[in-house]
């Protein structure tokens, strides 16, 4: 049996759930999702903050067209604030100075709140930062924290309001597309039609395309680094966790079964410490970091738990690591 929609839309990220909303109120539309649950992967990771200064000009242009959404958006589609004040710093060493200075020359013009400070009012700003290596910064009063989670819940919402059809566990394996319509088959024997198909499958994207009969344009995941931390802490008398070589080799078979996940060696050894962290402390109230060159940020409660029997009490949103989808 053929289930019909005027618009398909694959890929359960921000981007996939915002257009499937748009969509829905110009016609039918379904949405299609591989994983088990939204947002897996590099919505999950969404460094959830709006700079208005990052980027080059179309960025920085798309980034100032969205603040009225954020701070205003439409009636019914989100009960709670989308944003919180935030404030963002980027800093330079004295040999990127002058770049540094064109940089704010170029945002001036669209950020009017921009600041141009030296080394001084650097550190005046951010006390905790090492008081010979930063020369320069650029802060930014105005960049905000983003609710990732309140947004896409709220674009979900949305679209299920006008009548949206979502669909998990759905990968699609080949579409054609034949008198003007798109027939894609799924791995669970599902075959569905459109008129419009939506590519919003993300590091997947060339591939979606491809199995559709589509050239590639390209695409190609990178890497981010964050470091996330509590800058009122403290690491004098703190815990050193030291794993084996089985736990580490371990622990880099379980990434390596992962879907785009590196099981690189770092990943690993932190892989390891944090599963002997929560084994070790079931009850504790203390906070688990992991500080890690990586490729995002993801949610390890529902790991933690299964491979604790439950227990685990370590705050997850305190952990960041390139584990990704090995710790879903």
């Known amino acids: 049996m053929t289930a019909r929609y005027d618009f398909i839309v694959v890929g359960g990220g921000i981007a996939g759930v915002s257009a499937a909303y748009e969509l829905a109120a110009h016609g039918s539309v379904c949405l299609l999702e591989q994983e088990r649950q939204l947002a897996y992967h590099t919505t999950g990771r969404s460094a959830a903050i709006s700079m208005e200064s990052y980027g080059n000009q179309q960025i920085r242009s798309l980034t100032c067209a969205s603040r009225q959404f954020f701070e205003n958006p439409p009636e019914g589609l989100a009960e709670h604030p989308l944003w919180a004040p935030r404030g963002a710093l980027i800093v330079a060493q004295a040999a990127r100075v002058d770049k540094l200075t064109k940089r704010f020359t170029a945002v001036l013009g669209q950020v009017p ?69 798109w027939t894609l088959h799924t791995r669970n024997d599902q075959r569905l039609e459109a008129a419009i198909v939506v590519n919003a499958a993300g590091a997947w994207a060339d591939e979606f395309a491809e199995r559709c009969g589509v050239p590639k344009v390209g695409v190609r995941p990178l890497r981010r680094t964050i470091l996330a931390v509590d800058p009122t802490c403290t690491t004098r008398g703190g815990e050193f966790i030291c794993v084996s070589d089985s736990s580490i080799v371990a622990a880099a078979s379980r990434l390596a079964a992962s879907t785009g996940v590196f099981p690189e060696a770092g990943a690993a050894s932190a892989f390891a410490g944090l599963l002997k962290y ?32 439950g227990q685990s009490r370590v705050p997850s949103h305190h952990v960041t690591a390139p584990l990704a989808e090995a710790l879903t």
Do not use: C, N
């Open 113 to 181: 709140t921009a600041m141009f400070l030296d080394d001084k009012q650097v550190l005046e700003l951010v006390p905790y930062l090492a008081e010979t290596a930063w020369s320069a910064g650029i802060y930014e009063p105005s960049a905000f924290d983003l609710d990732v989670h309140g947004i896409h819940g709220a674009y979900l919402g949305g679209l299920r309001a006008r009548g949206g059809v979502v669909k998990r566990e759905t990968e699609v394996l080949r579409g054609e597309h034949r008198s003007g319509h």
């Open 278 to 309: 929560a084994e070790e402390h079931p009850d504790t109230a203390q906070t688990a970091v992991i500080l890690i060159t990586g490729s995002g940020l993801k949610d390890t409660s529902i790991f933690l738990s299964d491979s604790t029997r």
